[in-house]
């Protein structure tokens, strides 16, 4: 059978390389090498596009194209098979003993089976312990079962919109918050990951903070708006394992300069771990940083 062919514009899509990329990537290194159909439109082949996804996340690592073009395919899948393992493996607890049917669940593609086992699971452990003992934990484990080949993309989207879809219901069957503090959450252009700041505001409404849920890709100048058209005292944001390391502090750095001292500037997610500090940005790695973070400005009526 052949393989489907992908025109440039579907090649862009799907790896995240403009098209001008591409086509030097073409003349410099001879690679990819589409083919041509009747019309003289490049086709490439999945197999090509597969290997331009692997050198864009190593790229994203800081990784240089015209080494990463060189290598052959079985070691560009040794030096990283899908992407770095995320730092911070979240603690196993006696909740989590069964995540492997979760996951399970997945594979097999039972949406409806996945959807009525963590329902029982919010029932049984409460909304914060859901957050932290299911859902986090669950969140790496099929994190590590895409980096392995063990599930696919689609089926770890699967997971994502399903769980994304839980925890809105139940963000949304929460008390209104106390309005102090108001807490406006987002992420950064490029990172499209949500979950992190479902849980987030999850956590942070159940403690009756005030939350200004603003989805994801914000530019920073809408971020700074938003902030003052909300009367924000924190922003924050979440950065996943598959956000640019080396694009995180600068990005912080840039926001921080622009929001006025009095509002709090808030990171956390994998993608922070491995972060140095940055003045007048607070890190938070983990979920239980972010409630001490909470409590901490509580304390002080701040």
Known sequence: MNSPNFNIAAVERE???SKDVLRVWERRYGFPSPERDSTGERQYSAEQVDRLCQIKRLMDRGHRPGKLIALPTEEL???APRHATPAGEPAASADTD???ALIELIRRHDATGFTQAMQQRVA???LQRFVQDTIAPLSWQIGQAWESGRIEVFEEHLF???SKRLLRQNIAALPAGRGHPRILLTTVPEEQHVLGLLMAEALFCLE???C????TQMPLMEIVRASEAHAADIVA???SSAFPARQVAPLLQQLRAMLPAEVSLWAGGAGVQRSAAIPGVSLLLTLEDALQALHGRQQMGV
Request: hydrophobic share 50%.
């Open 77 to 79: 899948a040794v030096l």
């Open 208 to 210: 009756g903070a005030e």
């Open 98 to 100: 069964d995540l492997a």
């Open 15 to 17: 790896t995240g390389l």
């Open 124 to 126: 049984r452990q409460g």
């Open 237 to 239: 944001l979440s950065f």
């Open 160 to 162: 994502t919109e399903l």
């Open 212 to 215: 200004i849920p603003l989805g």
